[in-house]
Nanobody, 123 residues
């Protein structure tokens, strides 16, 4: 059974930083992992994705230059460093994983989801 468990969310002021973690287990048929977010009343959107082999990490436009995704294979942990946070970054952040044959490009490609961790940025 695959489990993804996020942590690290919280409330910060604009300009602040947070580091999100996602510890995963049972995820053996690996392809890529990603962070998505969903704000109230909005669709879930991809923030960043990373591959276990080959391709370089990808960032959505809003994340470029401010967020960094990384993967610690030895500790089965995915990270998302959030810097220069803005009120528009307020959302529930979800860890996600895809299996070979699917992608982390969109919600439809994701096989496994975490429960989410809330990030709130005040102005």
């Amino acid at each position: 059974q695959v489990q993804l468990l996020e942590s690290g969310g919280g409330s910060v002021q604009a300009g602040g930083s947070l580091r999100l973690s996602c510890t995963f287990s049972g995820y053996n048929n690996r392809n890529c992992m990603a962070w998505f977010r969903q704000a109230p009343g909005k669709e879930r959107e991809g923030v960043a994705r990373i591959y276990f082999e080959g391709e370089t990490p990808y960032y959505a436009g809003s994340a470029k230059g401010r967020f960094t995704i990384s993967l610690d294979n030895a500790k089965n942990t995915l990270f998302l460093q959030l810097n220069s946070l803005e009120p528009e970054d307020t959302a529930m952040y979800y860890c996600a994983a895809a299996v070979p044959g699917n992608t982390c490009n969109s919600v439809r490609g994701i096989k496994y989801w975490g429960q989410g961790t809330q990030v709130t940025v005040s102005s």
